[in-house]
């Protein structure tokens, strides 16, 4: 009787009904199985198109691995160390940074950022130098030096990256007085050398300098705010493992993911609720599936008494139309899964969906992944067969009714 029930489902989906509204209204079903499919797929590959450019862009200012210390702002480690550090395999190039909060004058106008001090491996430990949108990834030159803004500081300073002439002064303070009636900061200025423009939250903090200027304005010679390491990602486990074994307990490894976890795990939040919302929105849909099958019952009462009196038991017949259910949804996802295709093809080829002016792309990202489909699918069939349990029900109820008549 199985394949019997699924030939059956087959025919009363694509078979003649006895009035065209069994049709139109079966045909909507599909219509919003298709849109619903479309959509949740289309929603999935939006928040995975932002996660991949919002990743692509903190790489930029992440290292692949960043060494800090367990608590406090600073640590020290020896130059045995750092060396051996250096040696390890797989590991590419070592920056040592240092970082603190400052006030930053220029011209009259004040912030507060972070004043950042890098050497001279942190370009290539990070890739950031081509990000530089104005003037040039430059820290010093001979006695001179230099700033590398992020793109918000430089509008929050009003600063013209062409004037050579005025400093940008930067203010720290001190971590002990000197004599009563002594200022409590000192400052020291920088020139402006280039803008740089990666994500916004760096933009609108970060202010990069050198190593040597950044840790004389912190008078912190020897220790560091963290070694930042570019290394061979494939072999990553391998090597942050290596890097234990020198560093110890005394200082926190973290790989790319954990250097912004909590931002990654709200984007994830927001990407399942918003998935949430749609699932619920596919319930609704499937109301217009609920009413198609119970019309096909009703339409087809005769053919179920029949099929009763030549043996089939009332599960058969629930049987039947809960297979029809699924054809239906089945139907709907096929085209759902074609229709997100073709939208995704549209955005990724023409951004016709664009974001809001000011924004590092001009159109909404998008991106697929094989896991989004072994979540919507089995989703919407789900919904498809919760659809399909009352009209089931009534169908294997029906000869009650026809004896009634």
């Not at 699924?6 to 199985?33: C, E, H, M, P, Q």
């Not at 609720?273 to 609704?284: H, P, Q």
């Not at 005769?302 to 058969?316: E, F, N, R, Y």
Request: with cysteine; proline share 2%.
């Amino acid at each position: 009787m199985k394949g019997l029930s699924f030939d059956i489902a087959r025919r009363y989906l694509f078979g003649k009904k006895s009035t065209n509204s069994i049709n139109i209204i079966t045909a909507i079903s599909v219509f919003g199985i298709s849109i619903g499919t479309a959509v949740l797929i289309l929603i999935l590959s939006v928040f995975n198109g932002f996660e991949s450019l919002i990743s692509s862009l903190f790489n930029a200012f992440n290292p692949d691995v960043k060494i800090v210390a367990v608590e406090g702002k600073f640590f020290h480690i020896d130059s045995t160390s750092i060396y051996q550090l250096k040696q390890i395999d797989g590991i590419e190039h070592l920056s040592k940074t240092i970082e603190e909060v400052a006030l930053f004058e220029y011209k009259g106008t004040q912030e507060i950022g972070i004043i950042k001090g890098v050497d001279e491996h942190f370009a290539e430990a990070t890739g950031l130098d081509s990000f530089v949108i104005n003037g040039q990834f430059i820290l010093q030159d001979r006695n001179i030096q230099y700033a590398v803004l992020g793109a918000g500081m430089r509008n929050k300073l009003s600063l013209n990256i062409d004037d050579k002439l005025s400093p940008l002064s930067v203010y720290m303070p001190l971590k002990k007085k000197q004599f009563l009636g002594a200022k409590e900061y000192k400052f020291m200025d920088l020139y402006p050398g280039g803008i740089f423009s990666v994500q916004s939250d760096n933009d609108f903090s970060y202010i990069l300098c050198s190593f040597d200027f950044a840790s004389r304005l912190l008078e912190e010679r020897e220790r560091y705010s963290a070694l930042e390491l570019k290394i061979d990602e494939s072999r990553s486990r391998e090597i942050i493992n290596k890097i234990k074994e020198i560093t110890g307990d005394d200082l926190k490894i973290n790989d790319r993911y954990q250097q912004d976890e909590a931002f990654l795990k709200v984007m994830e939040i927001e990407k399942w609720i918003s998935f949430l919302i749609t699932g619920f929105t596919m319930l609704l849909i499937a109301f217009n599936l609920v009413g198609a099958l119970w019309m096909i019952v009703l339409d087809k009462r005769k053919d179920i008494a029949i099929l009763k009196s030549m043996g089939c038991t009332t599960k058969d017949i629930r049987s039947i139309f809960m297979k029809l259910g699924i054809l239906i949804s089945g139907l709907g996802v096929v085209t759902g899964i074609g229709l997100a295709f073709l939208l995704y093809y549209i955005q990724k080829q023409y951004g016709i969906i664009g974001v809001p002016s000011g924004f590092l792309i001009d159109a909404y990202p998008v991106h697929l992944r094989v896991t989004d489909f072994l979540i919507v699918i089995p989703t919407v069939f789900i919904i498809g067969l919760l659809a399909a349990v009352l009209p089931s029900r009534k169908a294997g109820n029906s000869d009650m009714v026809l004896r009634s008549q």
